[in-house]
């Protein structure tokens, strides 16, 4: 799984660490004092004699007989006490990356290792959009089991549009990288040419039909309308926005499914007039905003 480091977590971790490590500390100190008169001498609550601690057979019978820095039975009671804070934090911690992965995918771009996963996910959308009766879901099944759940409180509605957001977030880094990587250079984006030879593509083998000239010409046109800040490329983000574009126009819900019907809906959105890029412009700030 992935896991997101995350420093304010982090440090609580570690001042849990330290607490505990001082009350083990404690514990040592305490001890001797109980036992030996202090930490620089002084009657103990035995009644014992101040620097030299007390004389047998007291300091024999007490199961902590010496000082915190020779005893080993202290230092092994520090040590484990220690030992059992860091594992509890550790387990904590690991629980809540897990949980959060569970609910909102993976929470930061993906390293090399990944990238081959992340262009299979791709291609699976692909394969759903180009598939008559093709479907993609993009979303977890705890995602759907909530969505499908009547009178959502508005705590769960929030969850909801975040758990959503990441996923078509993710989503379109992974389709991104596909059609990159197979119609482009891999370099996470897509120029008119790269976005040509995908569009071309997927028309021509993968779905086998024969562009016509009419519809060679809607090619620059729809590059145009998913080039939302005319930067001349298309980014993750912008696919993103497209992707949601998709999800949306099958059945006007953020079902987290993309089908042939939205990407085909799509389609028909290149050749439209402007109102296809305003939806589209507004799908890409909804999902980006802070």
């Given at each position: 799984m992935t896991l997101k480091f995350d420093l304010e977590i982090f440090g609580k971790c570690l001042q849990g660490l330290g607490q505990g490590m001082m009350q083990g500390g404690m514990l040592m100190s305490t001890t001797r004092m109980i036992h030996r008169g202090g930490l620089y001498g002084g009657m103990s609550i035995w009644g014992c004699g101040s620097f030299m601690g007390c004389p047998p057979p007291l300091n024999i019978w007490h199961p902590m007989y010496a000082d915190n820095t020779t005893n080993p039975y202290l230092i092994q009671q520090g040590n484990n006490y220690a030992s059992l804070q860091a594992q509890e934090l550790f387990d904590k911690a690991y629980e809540y990356y897990k949980k959060q992965e569970q609910q909102f995918g993976p929470q930061f771009p993906p390293t090399e290792s990944e990238q081959t996963t992340q262009t299979e996910i791709g291609k699976e959308i692909q394969n759903a959009l180009i598939n008559v009766n093709g479907e993609a879901s993009i979303t977890t099944s705890q995602y759907s089991t909530l969505f499908n759940k009547e009178n959502k409180t508005e705590e769960e509605k929030e969850l909801l549009d975040k758990a959503y957001k990441e996923s078509i977030?993710?989503?379109?880094?992974?389709?991104?990288?596909?059609?990159?990587?197979?119609?482009?250079?891999?370099?996470?984006?897509?120029?008119?040419?790269?976005?040509?030879?995908?569009?071309?593509?997927?028309?021509?083998?993968?779905?086998?039909?024969?562009?016509?000239?009419?519809?060679?010409?809607?090619?620059?046109?729809?590059?145009n309308k998913l080039d939302l800040n005319g930067d001349n490329k298309i980014s993750k983000d912008e696919m993103s926005a497209l992707l949601g574009y998709?999800?949306?126009?099958?059945?006007?819900?953020?079902?987290?499914?993309?089908?042939?019907?939205?990407?085909?809906?799509?389609?028909?959105?290149?050749?439209?007039?402007?109102?296809?890029?305003?939806?589209?412009?507004?799908?890409?700030?909804d999902l980006y905003s802070e």
């Open positions: 977030k993710s989503a379109g880094e992974s389709y991104i990288n596909f059609a990159d990587k197979t119609y482009g250079n891999a370099d996470g984006s897509m120029t008119t040419d790269e976005f040509t030879e995908y569009l071309m593509g997927t028309i021509t083998r993968d779905t086998g039909y024969e562009l016509t000239e009419k519809g060679k010409e809607v090619l620059p046109k729809a590059f998709i999800d949306i126009s099958a059945d006007n819900q953020k079902d987290g499914k993309l089908t042939n019907a939205g990407f085909f809906s799509a389609l028909q959105g290149f050749e439209s007039e402007d109102t296809f890029k305003d939806t589209l412009k507004d799908i890409h700030d």
